[in-house]
């Protein structure tokens, strides 16, 4: 198996169709499949042992993710955006590599490592001219491509996604040829993040044209959605909070040829999507809930279950607008407790996975457990009809004296309130009770904001005691990473010792 | 057979990957399939000449095999002699 195989059917069905759009070049199935036949070719002959991409989304990304798969090399794309000093931690677990992208930052951050080191420019012109001293697909360690994680809670994981993995959730989820030959996919999110990798290989495998927007920014979101006629695309909240942004605020670039709009990455506030699904009555809205060691999406919400909870009377029906909806037809999940025990729906848990597409694998050690399930370390709980809820990161659970508090149930109170604009709970010490709560609280722009002793009676009428925080912090806003993920780890810094 | 792997014809360019393996002789044509190219087997027998499409899934009545078009050709897909069928996409909507 290898998900080179992807691009090859692509092009055996239409190798003169134009699969990919960006910078102003128009590339077909074809060149990109003898792009990346070439960059196998040149990668076989070296001595690397990965090759990384140290860039914002380029031609070269699908080229070095195929022409790695092809030479039996693992693809590594890095965070760009990361501070030199992390980065270059990174670089030395990957040396030596075949890097592409920003070469002189790369030499200048590990000179000892023995990188090969290209700009995109030279890549792709030396990948064009190698085509045809393609031999044959390499089967190397079967790895497809490593990533690593966004180590908000401590040094980078590198998770490993198998080709068994990424193809085994691209047939599972993706049908062949299925995308008309109109049809476009905007992809914005970096080339760094599963999301990106996730939406290269779907949007190949449904010969669904791709419209590569570099580095997001609304404006020129909305501009390529109108220009190239674009019928798809993935967001995560904080890129469609500013793309509503911008249209409320008078851009009216014409969206008719938009159909859906997949969002994932993040917590998506129900006034936002309520918002999005106004303003846009004629696209379908997905909920798409992963993790990069799933090889993306193991659950969503559809368009329809979108425009039912919106109009429901059933209160059960219109909470699902904030679930992930159900799990994918090829994957298994299930709420555990503690003890590893399987627990009912409505109880809260941690969410383990089980599926093909589901790798578990670090490069240091495997997660799964003997029977091939993957504690996610997100909690949350299952409805009567199988929805999925989540409930933040197992590991941000405040314990109180021995209780256990989700941070998101007191945010969600919170967040209800008109003057609110955001805010995180997170564990903090307490002489008492060794951890006690704390919230940072953001106020909308010219609202009345509330005091100290008001916010504590917002929860205390809504929620046992023990989720009254102890300290508060007023701020102007919270700290998120370019995903739209909460920094709490920065959050906790801000409450007293 | 096992997941994976890949099948060759012995008559025509169709070539398929195994999603789920089961037990018994895969042909195409009415010429059984193998990983490395069979020696030219002729022309398909006509009872197995509709062809194959590319990407497209093929299981039998049973729903213990399904296999999956990655070239196409002229013979047309069987088990154990018995034809398979193509699979019916029930398609989920895009979430990249």
């Known amino acids: 198996m290898n998900i080179s195989l992807i691009l090859e059917m692509a092009a055996e069905a239409g190798a003169d169709r ?9 590339w077909t199935y074809g060149e990109l499949l003898r792009a990346a036949r070439g960059a196998a070719a040149r990668l076989a002959d070296s001595d690397c042992t990965f090759v990384a991409l140290l860039d914002e989304s380029s031609e070269a990304a699908p080229i070095a993710l195929f022409g790695a798969a092809l030479a039996g090399i693992p693809y590594v794309p890095l ?10 931690g990174l670089l030395a677990r990957i040396a030596p590599a075949c890097l592409i992208g920003d070469a002189a930052r790369a030499q200048r951050l590990d000179p000892e490592g023995g990188h090969t080191c290209l700009d995109r420019g030279a890549f792709t012109a030396a990948a064009e001219a190698a ?8 089967e190397g360690e079967d790895i497809a491509a490593q990533i690593f994680t966004s180590g908000t809670t401590g040094t980078p994981k590198a998770a490993l996604l198998r080709h068994a993995n990424l193809l085994g959730y691209i047939l599972g989820t993706v049908e062949f040829l299925s995308a008309a030959e109109t049809d476009a996919q905007l992809v914005c999110v970096p080339p760094y993040h599963i999301a990106g990798i996730s939406a290269l290989l779907s949007s190949i495998y449904a010969m669904r044209r791709i419209v ?27 890129m469609l909070a500013r793309i509503i942004e911008r249209m409320d605020a ?14 994932g990455g993040g917590r998506m506030p129900v006034e936002l999507i309520e918002r999005a699904l106004t303003l846009l ?7 798409a809930y992963g993790l990069t060691e799933t090889s993306s999406t193991i659950a969503l919400l559809g368009p329809e279950d979108h425009r039912l909870a919106l109009t429901s009377d059933d209160p059960a029906v219109r909470a699902r607008l904030g679930s992930v909806g159900r799990p994918l037809p090829t994957v298994e999940i299930e709420i555990r407790d503690d003890d590893g025990r399987a627990l009912p729906a409505g109880e809260r848990g941690e969410i383990y996975v089980r599926g093909e597409q589901v790798s578990g694998e670090y490069r240091e050690r495997s997660a799964l457990d003997a029977d091939g399930w993957f504690p996610t370390r997100d909690a949350g709980w299952l409805d009567d009809d199988g929805y999925l809820f989540l409930a933040g990161r197992a590991d941000d659970v405040i314990v109180r004296g021995g209780e256990n508090i989700s941070p998101g149930e007191i945010e969600d109170v919170l967040m209800a309130h008109p003057a609110i604009a955001d805010a995180a709970a997170v564990g903090v010490p307490s002489a008492e009770w060794g951890e006690a709560v704390g919230i940072a609280v953001a106020f909308k722009p010219q609202q009345q904001a509330l ?10 009428k809504r929620l046992p005691s023990s989720r009254v925080p102890e300290q508060i912090r007023l701020r102007d806003a919270l700290p998120y990473n370019e995903m739209g993920k909460l920094l709490r780890r920065e959050v906790r810094t801000w409450f007293d010792e | 057979m096992k997941a994976g792997i890949r099948l060759k014809s012995a008559v025509c360019d169709t070539e398929v990957m195994v999603i789920r393996a089961a037990e018994g002789v895969v042909a195409c044509g009415g010429k059984p399939m193998a990983e490395d190219k069979p020696a030219d087997g002729g022309s398909p027998d006509p009872e197995f000449a509709a062809g194959t499409l590319l990407g497209k899934r093929y299981i039998d009545a049973d729903d213990t095999i399904e296999l999956l078009c990655v070239k196409p050709g002229d013979g047309s897909l069987s088990l154990d002699g018995v034809a398979l069928t193509t699979k019916d996409a029930k398609p989920l909507p895009s979430s990249d």
């Open chain 1, 281 to 287: 009555p004629d696209t379908d809205f997905t909920n």
């Open chain 1, 79 to 88: 965070n760009y955006r990361l501070a030199d000093e992390d980065l270059a």
């Open chain 1, 131 to 138: 085509a045809d001293s393609f031999d044959a697909a390499q």
């Open chain 1, 18 to 26: 134009v699969g990919l759009v960006c910078d102003g070049r128009r």
């Open chain 1, 212 to 238: 590569m927007l570099p580095a997001f920014e609304p404006d020129e979101w909305l501009r390529l959605a109108a220009d190239e006629q674009v019928s798809n695309a993935f967001l995560v909240p904080t």
């Open chain 1, 451 to 460: 005091n100290e002793d008001e916010l504590r009676e917002l929860i205390r």
């Open chain 1, 250 to 263: 008078g851009n009216t670039a014409d969206l008719s040829s938009l159909r859906a709009i997949a969002y």
